[in-house]
């Protein structure tokens, strides 16, 4: 992995999200609902009048029948404010995350991933709740190559 694998503590985020379920884990399973679950969050948001702040975040969780939860999300203003087709999501401060930075679009996030679960292993680490993708560097909705993307899983030492 090109970039190292840092370890240090996650904030708590409010956020407005959508969620939807994929069959199943990897790019092939989870890139075709992005698209769509995004588009209904702009179209939500921008009807209820509410920002698209940046960075934007999804979250991952995997289900015990193999499928997973993918959440898209927004951070919300202060105070939030419900609507249609959204809802405010809080993202639990986390004490102790494994990150790494993935550059770029995203054709190699699924390398990065498996580099960062790899290096968990190695350091003797194991995941202790559901997975972050941070848009640190997005411009619009479509990725390119100066797309700056962090990589959280919350960790427990084994």
């Not at 202060?78 to 102790?96: F, S």
Request: charged letters at 20%; glycine letters at 10%; a negative charge.
């Amino acid at each position: 992995m090109s970039n190292p694998v840092e370890y240090r503590p996650l904030e708590a985020a409010t956020v407005y999200a959508v969620s939807a379920t994929a069959p199943g884990v990897g790019p092939e399973n989870v890139g075709p609902m992005v698209g769509p679950l995004i588009d209904g969050l702009d179209r939500a948001l921008a009807a209820a009048g509410r920002p698209l702040l940046s960075p934007s975040v999804f979250w991952y969780e995997e289900r015990a029948d193999g499928r997973l939860e993918v959440h898209v999300s927004y951070p919300a203003e202060t105070p939030p404010r419900p609507g249609d087709g959204y809802e405010v999501a809080e993202l639990p401060a986390v004490p102790l995350a494994a990150t790494v930075t993935h550059r770029g679009d995203m054709t190699g996030i699924g390398d990065s991933w498996m580099g960062l679960f790899e290096q968990l292993a190695a350091d003797g680490c194991r995941a202790a709740g559901p997975t972050r993708e941070v848009y640190v560097e997005a411009s619009g909705h479509v990725p390119g190559p100066d797309w700056v993307t962090e990589l959280q899983v919350p960790v427990e030492r084994a």
